[in-house]
T-cell receptor
Framework: GAGVSQSPRYKVAKRGQDVALRCDPI?????LFWYQQALGQGPEFLTY????????KSGLPSDRFFAERPEGSVSTLKIQRTQQEDSAVYLC????????????FGEGSWLTVV | GDSVTQMEGPVTLSEEAFLTINCTYT??????LFWYVQYPGEGLQLLLK?????DKGSNKGFEATYRKETTSFHLEKGSVQVSDSAVYFC?????????????FGPGTSLSVIP
């Protein structure tokens, strides 16, 4: 597609529910990033993929958070047993994988845990 | 660790006023520096960047100069418009990684009134 596409755009989950957020990067983009943006704050790095390999997951806040990109294209961020503090916008971004290349962000998935 | 600090908002200016948003960074190496903008209801977009000391990034009338001696990357615009109302994020690309891991500041909200 023309840009990074994320779905769902909005998700309300009850505390304890599992959620899955999908990211469709720009076609041909090798690198894929997930960020978490709490209300009124800057995005915080969660994890990075190069093709299907998850090379950095240092930002995942707990073992309830899991990300995958099995075929090196679409990625899914899964949050198990959601808590209220998980409420945030989850941003996906991609680029060609060449250092210094512009990173393109999706519009984000807004998660509210009630 | 590497971090970015920027002036707190919200900032409210009249149309055609001069804009400065201060940004300073802490990094152990030589990062690339960025300004991203988030318009209401839209995703993050790269506004401008600079990759080495004394470089000036510019776009849409905005400018920022990479000042290594003061570890700063202040954003300026000579005459703001209502359409510039958005949240502005200063960011750096972590030089310790071989990929474009971006670390963001907390953001500064700008409102321009007619």
């Amino acid at each position: 597609g023309a840009g990074v596409s994320q779905s769902p755009r909005y998700k309300v989950a009850k505390r304890g529910q599992d959620v899955a957020l999908r990211c469709d990067p720009i076609s041909g983009h090798v690198s894929l990033f997930w960020y978490q943006q709490a209300l009124g704050q800057g995005p915080e790095f969660l994890t990075y993929f190069q093709n299907e390999a998850q090379l950095d997951k240092s930002g995942l806040p707990s073992d309830r958070f899991f990300a995958e990109r099995p075929e090196g294209s679409v990625s899914t961020l899964k949050i198990q047993r959601t808590q209220q503090e998980d409420s945030a916008v989850y941003l996906c971004a991609s680029n060609l994988g060449v250092t210094g290349n512009t990173i393109y962000f999706g519009e984000g998935s807004w998660l509210t845990v009630v | 660790g590497d971090s970015v600090t920027q002036m707190e908002g919200p900032v409210t200016l009249s149309e055609e006023a001069f804009l400065t948003i201060n940004c300073t960074y802490t990094a152990t190496g030589y990062p690339s520096l960025f300004w991203y903008v988030q318009y209401p209801g839209e995703g993050l977009q790269l506004l401008l960047k600079a990759t080495k000391a004394d470089d000036k990034g510019s776009n849409k009338g905005f400018e920022a100069t990479y000042r290594k001696e003061t570890t700063s990357f202040h954003l300026e615009k000579g005459s703001v418009q209502v359409s510039d109302s958005a949240v502005y994020f200063c960011a750096l690309s972590d030089p310790k990684t071989s990929y474009d891991k971006v670390i963001f500041g907390p953001g500064t909200s700008l409102s321009v009134i007619p």
